[in-house]
């Protein structure tokens, strides 16, 4: 009489429902560069460049508040070179000079980020 054999699984591993662990940033930035590649421009030696002449032109001066940009990330005085439009991977609008403001962390963080999410509600 023939051994029975055991039929392979025909099952695989469930995908997971859930997104990023809470806390675990360097997942959360996979992913976004996943769903956004043009990410990856921030990482871009032009990009630092340009942010460094949006600085510069502003003097470290935040162009909403006033604020001195002289802190080091994170603190909230700490310059962020924020775009005045939604660029959404246009080239043309992330890369364009005049479409850039030098704010402080603590305005992006909180003022800016209440009028995107007004805008997208």
């Known amino acids: 009489m023939a051994r029975l054999r055991t039929m392979p699984s ?8 859930l997104g990023t662990v809470v806390g675990d940033t360097k997942a959360q930035e996979r992913e976004r560069a996943h769903l956004k590649p043009w990410r990856a421009w921030y990482n871009l030696k032009r ?3 340009l942010r460094r002449l949006v600085f ?4 470290y001066v935040c162009q909403q508040t006033g604020v001195a940009l002289v802190g080091k990330e994170p603190a909230p ?5 924020d775009h005045i439009r939604e660029h959404k991977g246009d080239p043309a609008l992330f890369w364009d000079a005049d479409n850039l403001q030098a704010v402080s962390k603590a ?5 800016k980020q209440k009028q995107e999410r007004a805008r997208h509600a």
């Open 10 to 17: 025909r099952l695989s591993a469930p995908k997971p429902r």
């Open 56 to 59: 510069a032109r502003a003097g």
């Open 107 to 111: 305005w992006h963080d909180s003022a």
């Open 77 to 81: 005085n700490s310059p962020v070179c």
């Open 47 to 49: 990009w630092q460049k």
